[in-house]
């Protein structure tokens, strides 16, 4: 068996257990027992990181050495899962899930989870995007067991912006991260040879841009396009470093930007995992200018 614990992982209904399957390998989730749980839940919501769940699967005889420990390829195999499993717990929680350290009875014990892996992160109100546990494992197991969406969509990187964007300490610190993704994003249909951006730009009598890129990908995967607000704010803010506030004087013009660009994040990632159900609606404009 390998087993470890993990922070700050919430499912929906906070089950005593669930199963989800990743790329072959059953894996059991149990709810710590302890009996101040529900304080510690509290206190996560409240930005505090603390283990939460148990997250072990069972080790095929074919994969353990004479000496009982498990081939180092199927090793890498489990930590290549658990990262990816993490990461997409991590966002529909709203919450930092990492491995903290391996279970009692683990063939391998782990002391440190690694660089790859997110970092402990103090996320005040989490806002999942799923309330209902049955998406919640379709999620993560569509996630885990898309390798396209790794090679050609960089969603890990996504997902580790994504992540550092929800902690961030400023609202220009928190767009920057988020427009990062959209860069990513962009970049990605660019050097893709997608036509669609191109076909965009040709629809503006103009040659491909930046908002091109995004406008073409959401043209691929079926979403609604961001508004061009969205860019030109991110544009001001990478090349001044900050907002522009003659053209967006209060805060909530801002904020409903931000929200906007979380928003078609959400339904980008998604539609590009091919999730069938949708995100909740979360970050709202009016909690971002709280």
């Known amino acids: ?6 922070t700050n ?23 710590i027992q302890r009996p ?42 489990i930590m290549d899962n658990v990262l990816k499993a993490c990461l997409a717990f991590s966002f529909i929680n709203g919450t930092s899930v990492r491995p903290t350290s391996s279970t009692t009875y683990s063939k391998v014990s782990l002391f440190q989870p690694g660089e790859a892996f997110p970092r402990d992160h103090s996320i005040y ?4 995007c799923l309330n209902i546990l049955g998406d919640y494992i379709d999620f993560v197991e569509l996630f885990c067991n898309n390798n396209t969406i790794f090679s050609t969509e960089k969603m890990l ?17 928190q767009y920057t991260l988020l427009t990062t993704i959209l860069q990513i994003i962009g970049d990605t249909e660019k050097t893709s040879g997608r036509p669609f951006a191109s076909f965009h730009a040709s629809q503006r009598g103009s040659r491909v841009g930046f908002y091109d890129y995004l406008a073409g990908a959401a043209d691929r995967v ?3 396009k961001l508004t061009f607000d969205a860019v030109k704010l991110r544009n001001k803010l990478i090349h001044e470093g900050m907002f522009d506030k003659s053209v967006y004087p209060s805060k909530k013009n801002i904020t409903d930007l931000i929200s906007e660009s979380f928003s078609w994040i959400d339904l980008y990632i998604f539609k590009t995992i091919g999730v069938q159900c949708q995100p909740n609606p979360r970050h709202a404009s ?3 200018e709280n």
């Not at 068996?1 to 993990?6: D, S, V």
């Not at 109100?125 to 999942?128: A, I, V």
């Open 125 to 128: 109100s989490p806002e999942p």
């Open 286 to 288: 009016k909690k971002l």
């Open 36 to 77: 101040d749980i529900n304080n510690v839940i509290d206190k996560i919501k409240n930005g505090a990181c603390a283990n939460t769940y148990s997250m072990s699967t069972y080790i095929p005889n074919n994969q353990l050495r004479k000496s009982g420990l498990i081939e180092s390829s199927y090793f890498d195999k």
């Open 157 to 173: 990187l996504i997902m580790h912006y994504y992540l550092d964007s929800i902690s961030a300490w400023s609202l220009e610190n």
């Open 9 to 31: 992982l919430l499912p929906p209904g906070m089950p005593d257990e669930f199963s989800i399957t990743t790329n072959g390998i059953l894996w059991d989730l149990e709810k």
């Open 222 to 224: 079926g979403i609604q």
């Open 1 to 6: 068996m390998q087993g470890f614990y993990l």
